[in-house]
């Protein structure tokens, strides 16, 4: 893959460059504030982009800011934030992005970089245009769900297996991860696009309509 990296931190960035590169991938830039990535995709349009939260100057949201950009400029580009912290709101902002239409997107903790095999598997499914939450994300996100809550019809096997799509997992690995049959996940996930009112569509589209729906309540 065609990759951009974009945080101030060098050691981080210069690991992130050396781990990728002897993974058999191309870092076509690797920049340390928000508006060197912003041209940086605008000029390589990587596979995918890997983005600090924090950023000079303010070292706030400049990097979430920098990514939001660039899929403005660069629609579905695909962009996997990395995070010291469960910073919720920029989450729902980076998800916003999507409007719906998919378009690979990542936030994970940086935590999870150690786990290489793993961070590198979350990076090759944003780049397919996945959506791959860090869990302690999805949990934050759902320990905020408005007392309105949509997905108040779904059970508790439901709910599990919504929670396990917001983790980007693919029906056999939630099956996997849950003990049960492929044909039993089908048959809840079914379940989950008929109790949301989901519109009959491409099956990939309806997921990311369900998950979105699931992380904003």
Do not use: C, W
């Amino acid at each position: 893959m065609r990759i951009v990296i974009a945080d101030d931190a060098v050691l981080l960035r210069e690991g992130l460059v050396r781990l990728l590169t002897e993974s058999g991938h191309q870092v076509v830039a690797a920049v340390g504030d928000g508006d060197a990535l912003v041209e940086a995709v605008v000029e390589h349009r990587p596979d995918v982009s890997i983005v600090d939260v924090r950023m000079p100057p303010s070292h706030t949201d400049e990097g979430l800011r920098a990514a939001v950009e660039a899929r403005r400029l660069v629609p579905r580009t695909p962009i996997l934030v990395l995070s010291q912290y469960v910073e919720v709101s920029y989450a729902d902002d980076l998800l916003a992005t999507t409007g719906g239409s998919g378009g690979g997107i990542g936030y994970l903790l940086k935590d999870r970089v150690a786990a290489i095999d793993e961070f590198l598997d979350a990076l090759r499914r944003v780049a397919a245009g996945g959506t791959v939450l860090d869990p302690e994300v999805v949990g934050q996100l759902f320990a905020r769900r408005r007392r309105d809550d949509p997905l108040s019809e779904l059970t508790p096997r439901e709910r599990e297996v919504l929670s396990l799509m917001a983790e980007g997992r693919s029906n056999t690995a939630i099956a996997r991860a849950l003990v049960v049959s492929d044909g039993a996940v089908e048959k809840h996930v079914r379940n989950i696009f008929t109790k949301l009112t989901l519109p009959p569509d491409t099956e990939q589209h309806r997921r990311v309509l369900a998950v979105l729906t699931y992380l904003r309540n």
